[in-house]
């Protein structure tokens, strides 16, 4: 593209680096690479002393059955999490377009309705469907006491993150888009919703990180999900330390697994909008 | 009433009647009346905050009036719904910022109205485009997306846009106001061409040449009015209002 050349963030937001700064970041880098190999040694040292180093907090992850059962709780996770942030993007984009509609009580409905997911703790969501659907003699499959709540959490930022995503689209192109004929729908669907959709790929992918470390709270409703698999692993091999640093590495990948392959996703849809 | 039969009446294609509109306080349009005939080409001048950009979008209703009537070929302007699309895309309407769409081809910005508004099939749509595209000059440009373009080739590229709903009127809301300035005459000229081609015509625009060479007549606004309008060279060499002989005074060139 001659016409736009990409900026990366640093350039655009700091100006380039003096003689005397970039000595400054040297030594700063240089310091900070001390203190964190220092921290590190600390760890290693204190799990020393405490024995979390001990084979027998480690020999567990030599056996087959551990990883196959972690293995099992990551998918329960997986499944979860998809599941989960499918009903929110849908949910979200709803109750966006709810709220915008122009149709008064729908749109009161909708912004109420999004701010109180919004605004609940996704924890007492679960309890709200832990409880409530039982005590109304319904009985759901603790899958869906933790999918639906995760998913109803999200959904409510998500709206408020596709609402931004609308706001942000130039009010010229829907004037372009009215215009030539479109009706109000058709611009929506055909000129605003995609433009807005890409200008916030990277917060859906923050909420789908989110997503993944809601479902944790699977303990709650006994849902077999990484988490709660691990804390059955940690009391069956007193384990807990090296359990939780396993894990946590886990979430971490998977974490880190979603943002390689949205960006992946958003590159594939096309062009990018540039201005 | 069909377009013969109004051509034959002689029904005026755009007619404002008494509009009145206001900001808040500020009274941007004051009983702004002005009527244009079919191939006729009117073009707005005037200092800026003039209402002569309003008064050019309250016509295919981006802007409502608060009061007064307008007309297109003699009926009113629906106030919404599919009656108001269909009138919109009976009228061109180009922009100052081009707002072509930005996440699309240039082929598809032209033949996302003609598909989705008129229903032509993609084949006729994209040939037709092509012939639009070729004629203001971008059809090399066709599959690439608006922001690798220059300003001049995205404003050709939107005129492009609103000739493929084949229009019975065209609007231009100062199209060569953001512009480079050797990018303009690319611009003006394809709307020389259009006026060629018998295109009913309002142009808001700061082009006094272009104005004086194209135009059947100028009409000249100040404070929401106009003040006065005239043919070109009536306008341009006797202006009978202060306030134009100040407006010409002041845009004349160095």
């Known amino acids: 593209m001659s ?19 970039r000595r400054r970041v040297r030594i700063g880098t240089a310091v900070s690479a001390v203190v964190v190999l220092l921290a590190i040694a600390a760890v290693v040292r204190q799990f020393w002393v405490t024995g979390q180093l001990a084979p027998r907090y480690w020999s567990l992850f030599l056996q087959w059955t551990t990883w196959r059962f972690l293995g099992q709780g990551l998918l329960g996770t997986v499944a979860v999490a998809l599941t989960a942030g499918a009903i929110a993007l849908v949910l979200g984009l709803v109750l966006m377009l709810g709220r915008t509609s122009g149709v ?7 912004r109420v309705v999004t701010d109180f997911f919004r605004g609940v703790p ?45 706001n942000a689209v130039p009010r010229g192109q829907v004037e372009a888009a009215l215009s ?32 993944v470390k809601d479902t944790t709270v699977a303990y709650v409703v006994s849902y077999p999900d990484l988490m709660q698999n691990a804390r059955v692993l940690i009391t069956s091999y007193d384990a807990l330390v090296s359990l939780y640093l396993v894990i946590a590495v886990i979430y971490i990948l998977i974490n880190y697994a979603i943002n390689k392959a949205s960006v992946a996703v958003a590159n594939r849809t096309g062009v990018k909008i540039v201005r | 009433m069909s377009q013969e039969q109004a051509a034959e009446k002689n029904v005026p294609v755009i007619e404002l009647r008494h509009v009145d509109k206001h900001y808040g306080d500020l009274h941007v349009l004051r009983d702004v009346s002005l009527s244009v005939a079919r191939g006729e080409v009117v073009v707005i001048i005037g200092p800026s905050g003039s209402g002569k950009s309003t008064l050019c979008r309250t016509i295919n209703r981006l802007e409502t009036i608060d009061s007064g009537e307008i007309l297109i070929e003699g009926e009113p302007l629906p106030q919404e719904g599919r009656e108001l699309a269909r009138m919109r895309s009976e009228l061109g309407m180009v922009f100052q910022q081009f707002n072509l769409f930005a996440h699309m081809s240039i082929l598809d ?15 006729e749509a994209e040939k037709y485009a092509l012939e639009l595209l070729a004629r203001v000059g971008v059809a090399e440009q066709a599959h690439k997306v608006p922001a690798q373009l220059s300003g001049g080739q995205q404003q050709r590229a939107a005129i492009a846009r609103s000739l493929a709903m084949r229009p019975k009127a065209m609007l231009f809301d100062e199209p060569t106001s953001a512009l480079d300035p ?14 060629r081609g018998g295109m009913t015509m309002i142009v808001v625009t700061h082009e006094m040449g272009f104005a004086r060479r194209v135009a059947d007549r100028v009409v000249f606004m100040a404070d929401g009015q106009i003040v006065e309008e005239g043919a070109p060279d009536d306008f341009f060499d006797h202006p009978r209002s202060q306030r134009a002989r100040d407006f010409l005074d002041s845009i004349k060139g160095h």
């Not at chain 1, 319904?138 to 709540?149: A, E, H, N």
Request: glycine letters at 6%; charged letters at 15%; aromatic letters at 8%.
């Open chain 1, 3 to 21: 016409a736009a050349r990409t900026l990366s963030m640093r350039d655009a937001l700091y100006e380039a680096p003096g003689p005397r700064t």
């Open chain 1, 104 to 110: 008064r009580p729908l749109a009161a409905l909708c």
């Open chain 1, 122 to 166: 996704s924890l007492l969501l679960i309890y709200f469907f832990f409880f409530v659907p039982a005590q109304l003699g319904l009985k759901l499959p603790s899958f869906w006491m933790l999918t639906l709540p995760v998913a109803l959490a999200a959904s409510g930022v998500l709206a408020e993150v596709f609402r931004a995503g609308v």
């Open chain 1, 180 to 211: 030539i004929g479109l009706s109000r729908g058709k611009t929506m669907r055909k000129i605003v919703l995609p433009q807005a959709v890409r200008y916030v790929i990277p917060s859906l992918i923050a909420q789908l990180v989110v997503v």
């Open chain 2, 109 to 123: 910005n032209v033949t996302l109205g003609p598909r989705e508004v008129l229903g032509q099939p993609k084949e």
């Open chain 2, 182 to 195: 050797e990018m303009i005459n690319e611009v003006l000229d394809v709307m020389v061409e259009l006026v």
